[in-house]
């Protein structure tokens, strides 16, 4: 079965924090993508990537970066994070065949206090 | 833009209901239409898929029918379980280099005794 773990379920940091949310899959997906959830609003990309090193703005980038270091691991970066980045976000992966058939994380909920 | 709209929520049926979630899309060309669950505490699972006009996708007693004259793919089920209890996420790619994915904003089905 393909695995998609991150790094914490949950997760509290301040106004203005530096956060690292981690993403990890074990079938050599060469796809990854970062979404936020919120109520009422489904899903929303914030960045995707489509190899070691590539990455691409989603809808939502701003606030956000991310780094794809190995094929495995896709970072989300929120370089001072805001109150209204409290959301669950959830990492994705996916083969270049079937891009949109993805597999994805439990999620980490983080609230910015 | 691409958009994908689904029936609000909650849903509340009792075991072995009939259930039927609406969704109707807008896209141009022909995308691939896809139904995503979330169970509680989890990320998002494929449930179903259909990639042409008139395709039936269907998976645990689940089916969808690709309807391309009504823009439409709705989730039926005969007999509804209270295992069922989840959201529920219509989606569909375009069929563009990247595939990108557009989620409606998810019905929740809660299943009751």
């Known amino acids: 079965d393909v695995k998609v773990t991150q790094s914490s379920r949950y997760l509290v940091k301040r106004t203005g924090e530096k956060v690292f949310l981690e993403c990890v899959q074990d079938m050599d997906h060469e796809n990854m993508f970062w979404y936020r959830q919120d109520p009422g609003l489904g899903l929303r990309l914030i960045y995707f990537?489509?190899?070691?090193?590539?990455?691409e703005k989603g809808d939502i980038p701003e606030g956000y970066s991310v780094s794809r270091e190995k094929k495995e691991r896709f970072s989300l970066i929120l370089e001072s994070a805001s109150t209204n980045q409290t959301s669950m976000y959830l990492c994705?992966?996916?083969?270049?065949?079937?891009?949109?058939?993805?597999?994805f994380g439990p999620g980490t909920r983080l609230t910015v206090t | 833009g691409d958009s994908v709209t689904q029936m609000e929520g909650p849903v509340t049926l009792s075991e072995e209901a009939f259930l039927t979630i609406n969704c109707t899309y807008t896209?141009?060309?022909?995308?691939?239409l896809f139904w995503y669950v979330q169970y509680p505490g989890e990320g998002l699972q494929l449930l179903l898929k259909?990639?042409?006009?008139?395709d039936k996708g269907s998976n645990k007693g689940f089916e969808a029918t690709y309807r391309k004259e009504t823009t439409s793919f709705h989730l039926e089920k005969g007999s509804v379980q209270v295992s069922d209890s989840a959201v529920y996420f219509c989606a569909l790619s375009d069929q563009g280099g990247y595939q990108k994915v557009t989620f409606g904003t998810g019905t929740k089905l809660q299943v009751i005794p």
């Open positions: 896209a141009t060309g022909y995308p691939s």
């Open positions: 259909a990639t042409k006009a008139d």
């Open positions: 990537s489509y190899d070691v090193k590539m990455k």
């Open positions: 994705a992966s996916s083969t270049t065949r079937d891009r949109a058939e993805q597999y």
